[in-house]
């Protein structure tokens, strides 16, 4: 496992807010909220790739002041900070314990190897009362673990360098 020093060091997430806010912790990063969407229709999954189809989205907008009041259920949501994993690393997100211990969850999925982008996620607000969230917030930590050897191949699927900023 990479420490938040060394991600830092190599330049596997940058941010325009990452120096001075504490994102750097001992065992990886924390990346911050950027967007949050309703699901607006259903998916699809086959066994080809071909065969997916994302839901429609209704992207939440968020208070003149970033905050954002969300009720139960499950969102889709925006990481800001851009990751840029090399052919030897892998990476898992987790929630913050802040978020757990105000009934919030976030399901975490493998970031191959060689991924780049500004990755997404599941959010999943099981507090009865909701939540307040607020644009920037530190919301999941990543993870990122070095392979015991480089992949042939890096990840060159269809989220490759997903949500650049325009």
Known sequence: ???????????????DDLVGNDAFQPNGV???????WRFAGRGSLGRLNA???????KELAFE????LELGPGSYGMRYAEWVQLPSDCGGLCFPRSSLLRMGLHVPTAVWDAGYAGRGEGLLQ????HG?????????????VFRLNEAADAGYAGSYQHE????
Do not use: K
């Open 1 to 15: 496992m990479l420490s938040g020093d060394e991600i830092g060091r190599l330049g596997l997430v940058r941010g």
């Open 51 to 57: 065969d997916r189809e994302l839901p429609a989205r």
């Open 125 to 128: 607000v099981t507090n009865p």
């Open 163 to 166: 949500n650049r900023h325009p």
């Open 64 to 67: 003149a002041d970033d905050w």
């Open 30 to 36: 924390d990346l911050s909220l950027e967007a949050i």
């Open 131 to 143: 939540v307040r969230l607020q644009r920037g917030a530190r919301i999941v930590q990543l993870v």
